[in-house]
């Protein structure tokens, strides 16, 4: 079983009973104990869960911290579904690829599952994101100048200066995050200049990942990014309307909601 999976299934189970068992855990996944716990270890580390004598309990979103800052209760209303986005959303990154990782929470969840690759290299505006991968060593991690601010507990750099710092970069692959997808309207995001940015980084990149959560459907933000034909991939956490799904078909976008789609 892939190691993402497991730890998703770990989290699901958590969710449906708020506390787990080691024994039970290296029942039901026919592996080790010594091996349940290092999952254990990861997912706490993650901020998913507490470990306590024989097994884990669920930490409570009002108390969620990651491992470089608090993250306010507005922050975690859809905590699940971007978690779970983030889970799915490191199964389309592989070793060796060059990425840009945006701003936003989602983001950071995504940092989070990328620890075991190897030979990333990342740039990224997201200050959390990169923070969470600090400690790979054999990844290559760049963080941007600029503006540094702050939104939904993350912090991020933004600013014109980085349409100039960007200028001679090629992604194999463009992670982002959406505030709003619609059919008529396309995608579009909150802040204006981060609208522009990735405006010049679709020019730059391979491969464009858009991760959004299920409610920014049929949604409309400030800034017009541009049509839902720019994505190569979406990555969501439940499956999306017949009609969004004819479209994005059509158009040879494809989709992902379930990590049952990568077996």
């Known amino acids: 079983m892939v190691i993402n999976r497991r730890h998703a299934e770990i989290l699901e189970l958590l969710n449906a009973q708020k506390q787990v ?136 750099v933004t600013g014109h200066a980085l349409f100039d710092y960007f200028s001679n970069n090629f992604f194999d692959k463009m992670i982002i995050t959406i505030d709003g997808v619609s059919l008529t309207r396309g995608f579009s995001v909150l802040d204006e200049t981060v609208a522009k940015i990735y405006q010049q980084l679709l020019k730059q990149s391979e491969e464009v990942i858009v991760c959004v959560t299920s409610n920014k459907f049929d949604k409309n933000a400030l800034a017009y990014l541009g049509p839902l034909t720019l994505a190569d991939k979406i990555v969501t956490n439940e499956p999306i309307s017949e009609e969004y799904n004819e479209f994005f078909k059509e158009n040879g976008i494809e989709v992902y909601h379930s990590l049952e789609q990568f077996l």
């Open 21 to 156: 068992s080691v024994s039970e855990l290296s029942k039901r996944f026919s592996i080790s104990e010594v091996t349940i716990r290092k999952d254990l270890v990861r997912l706490e580390q993650n901020g998913y869960l507490i470990r306590i004598s024989g097994g884990a309990i669920l930490k409570e979103q009002e108390n969620l911290y990651t491992s470089s800052c608090y993250i306010p209760i507005e922050a975690t209303k859809d905590y699940k579904d971007k978690m779970k986005i983030g889970i799915i959303a490191s199964n389309l990154i592989h070793d060796e690829d060059f990425i840009f990782i945006g701003p936003g929470y989602t983001c950071v969840e995504i940092a989070k599952n990328l620890k075991d690759k190897k030979q990333l290299a990342i740039i990224t505006m997201n200050i959390s994101a990169a923070i969470e991968l600090a400690d790979i060593p054999e990844n290559n991690l760049i963080t941007v100048p600029g503006d540094f601010t702050k939104r939904y507990g993350t912090y991020y």
